[in-house]
C-alpha cells in the first residue's frame, strides 16, 4: 500500500511540475518534451511522468506520438472560443445563483485574494497575478459546493491560463482594469441584483474574446 500511495503521489507531482511550466508559458506550444529530460529534470523515474503525461494528453495540454514523442500542443483559436463560451455558461451560472446569498467566510476569502493580486500588480508579477486571477474565479464557483462544477471549472481553467496570460503580455495595463472589475463583481455579488453580477461578469470574461481576436 505504501508503495502505491508513493507512486501516486509521484504521478501528482510530476503531473503539476509539467502543467504548471505550460500554463504559465515556460513551455510554449510546439516545443518538444522527451520522456528523458522530464525524469531528470524532475528527479523521477518514468512511470510516474508517462501517467502523467497521459493525464495531460486528455486536457488537451500535450500531444503524444510514438515517432516525436511529447509535443506541446498549440491552443487554436476555435479552441479558445470554445472554452471561451464554456466559461462563460458556467461562470455567468453562479454569479447569478450566489448574488445576494453569501455569508462573510466567502468574502473574506475573495478579499484576501484580492488583496494578493493588487500586490502581484505592485510587483509587475503577470504570472503571479494570473494564478490569483484563476483562484479568484475558482473561489466562485467553490461557492456553488458543487463537486461537478468546480472539476469542470478546473480543466477550463488550466486551459484559459494560457490565453489570460496572452492577453496580460501583450496589454500590461489590462491588470489594474482586470482588478477593478473583480472588486465590481465582488461587490454585486454582496448585492441584491443577479443581473448586475451577470453583466458585470460577462464583462469581465468577454474581454479576453475581443484581445484574442
Not at 522527451?34 to 522530464?38: A, C, D, Q, V
Not at 503571479?128 to 461557492?143: K, N, P, S, T
Given at each position: 500500500m505504501e508503495k502505491q500511495?508513493?507512486?501516486v503521489t509521484l504521478r501528482d507531482q510530476a503531473f503539476e511540475a509539467i502543467k504548471n511550466?505550460?500554463?504559465?508559458?515556460?513551455?510554449q506550444g510546439g516545443m518538444f518534451l522527451?520522456?528523458?529530460?522530464?525524469s531528470e529534470?524532475?528527479?523521477m523515474s518514468k512511470t510516474p511522468i508517462r501517467s502523467a503525461l497521459d493525464r495531460l494528453e486528455m486536457m488537451g495540454l500535450v500531444k503524444l506520438s510514438p515517432k516525436q514523442g511529447v509535443i506541446v500542443q498549440e491552443v487554436s483559436l476555435k479552441k479558445i472560443l470554445e472554452i471561451y463560451e464554456l466559461r462563460l455558461s458556467l461562470e455567468t451560472y453562479a454569479v447569478r445563483r450566489l448574488t445576494g446569498k453569501m455569508d462573510a467566510a466567502f468574502f473574506a476569502g475573495l478579499d484576501a485574494n484580492m488583496a494578493q493580486q493588487a500586490e502581484a500588480i505592485a510587483n509587475e508579477d503577470i504570472i503571479?497575478?494570473?494564478?490569483?486571477?484563476?483562484?479568484?474565479?475558482?473561489?466562485?464557483?467553490?461557492?456553488l459546493d458543487n463537486e461537478e462544477y468546480t472539476e469542470v471549472m478546473s480543466r477550463i481553467q488550466d486551459k484559459?491560463?494560457?490565453?489570460?496570460r496572452t492577453t496580460f503580455n501583450r496589454n500590461k495595463k489590462r491588470l489594474a482594469g482586470s482588478i477593478e472589475e473583480h472588486w465590481q463583481i465582488?461587490?454585486?455579488l454582496a448585492g441584491n441584483d443577479p443581473?448586475?453580477?451577470?453583466?458585470?461578469?460577462?464583462?469581465?470574461?468577454?474581454?479576453?474574446?475581443?484581445i484574442m481576436l
Open positions: 500511495q508513493t507512486a511550466r505550460i500554463v504559465t508559458g515556460e513551455w522527451s520522456e528523458k529530460l522530464l529534470l524532475l528527479g503571479r497575478y494570473v494564478e490569483l486571477d484563476r483562484q479568484f474565479h475558482a473561489l466562485i464557483i467553490a461557492g484559459f491560463l494560457l490565453v489570460v465582488r461587490h454585486a443581473e448586475l453580477t451577470v453583466q458585470l461578469t460577462q464583462r469581465h470574461i468577454e474581454y479576453v474574446k475581443k
